[in-house]
């Protein structure tokens, strides 16, 4: 859900921004909110010591050794709406003069502390990893854009607020509270009851959060998606028949069907078809997105429909 995170604070934040600001202005605010979406995932960082203690060897055993480790601080610390309130500004600070940066750094260094009281050196670490990355997440969006400080304490604030709620239907609910000892959420909500069906639709799900920011990028940028999507994703129906040949996938048993339909993505990157140029390569990496977007789209669907009737 990483990508789906960034996508959606996209596109939520650019079609508000929209209504107030020209539409450059608009992405750029989108594009800050989307960086600061995907940060609260830097606590996976930790799982890489589960996995270099695995070694190289059987997939399987690397893949549960990888999760296994990340369930350690995974959606705690960097997942907090507490934390994100209060570290939004003080990122924003942290490109500003000296005296606030000064005061970014008593705000970000407590939080560090608390952290280290709370979970110990590991979340006090993580803790760290997430203040750096945001801090350079700041520092590039404030030289690169022309927003504003309050502007990017918005977009940030968004941008880390909006991530803990995308993760309730994949795994264990963030401690939306942290560093107090309040449970909001005891268990992931379920779309469907059918394990199978409900990890399809939390794919669509992602896949329709996907194309609301491939949308709203072509409608700020007054061009037409259609010309991006070229008629070889078709060839993403074909995963249809991989519903009689794989196990059925479940949120626990899941990689099998992951890895083999995002593979299917790869039908964006090969040649345009053309009646008099048939191999004319594709140069556009916006058509490569969008046509393996398509593709996955398909092939989704198609299995899903195999599933039902199979």
């Known amino acids: 859900m990483m990508v789906g995170h960034a996508l959606l604070a996209f596109a939520l934040a650019a079609l508000v921004a929209s209504r107030f600001w020209p539409a450059e202005r608009a992405l750029a605010f989108g594009a800050v909110a989307g960086a600061f979406a995907t940060v609260p995932d830097v606590d996976m960082v930790y799982a890489l010591v ?15 050794a990888f999760w296994g480790s990340s369930q350690l601080v995974h959606r705690a610390v960097t ?5 994100g309130a209060v570290a939004a500004p003080a990122f924003v600070w942290a490109t500003r003069d000296r005296r606030r940066k000064t005061l970014a750094a008593v705000v970000l260094a407590a939080l560090v502390l608390i952290s280290l009281l709370q979970s110990g050196v590991l979340g006090a670490g993580v803790m ?20 504003g400080p ?7 604030a968004f941008g880390l607020l909006s991530h803990p709620f995308g993760d309730l239907f994949t795994g264990e609910p963030p401690q939306f509270l942290y560093p107090f000892d309040v449970v909001l959420l005891d268990s992931r909500l379920a779309l469907l009851g059918d394990p199978t069906l409900n990890l399809l639709a939390i794919f669509v799900l992602e896949l329709a959060t996907g194309w609301l ?36 996938p479940t949120l ?29 390569p594709v140069r556009d990496p916006r058509s490569w997105a969008c046509t393996g977007m398509a593709a996955v789209t398909l092939a989704i669907l198609g299995y899903a429909g195999t599933y039902l009737v199979a």
């Not at 997942?79 to 934390?83: A, Q, R, T």
């Not at 760290?128 to 927003?147: G, I, P």
């Not at 940028?221 to 995963?239: F, M, Q, S, T």
Request: proline residues 4%; hydrophobic residues 55%.
């Open 252 to 280: 626990s048993v899941s990689y099998h069907f992951v890895f083999s339909v995002l593979a299917v993505g790869v039908v964006g990157v090969g040649p345009q078809l053309h009646p008099r140029r048939p191999f004319r």
């Open 213 to 248: 920011a491939v949308m709203t990028y072509f409608r700020l940028r007054d061009e037409r998606l259609r010309k991006h999507v070229h008629g070889r994703a078709a060839l993403g129906a074909g995963y249809a028949l991989a519903a009689l040949v794989l196990p059925a």
């Open 50 to 64: 589960g996995l270099a203690q695995a070694g190289f060897g059987d997939v399987w055993q690397m893949t549960a």
């Open 128 to 147: 760290l990893v997430f203040v750096l990355v945001s801090v350079a997440v700041a520092q590039v969006a404030a030289a690169r854009t022309d927003l």
């Open 79 to 83: 997942h907090s709406l507490v934390v």
């Open 150 to 156: 309050r502007a990017l304490v918005v977009a940030a």
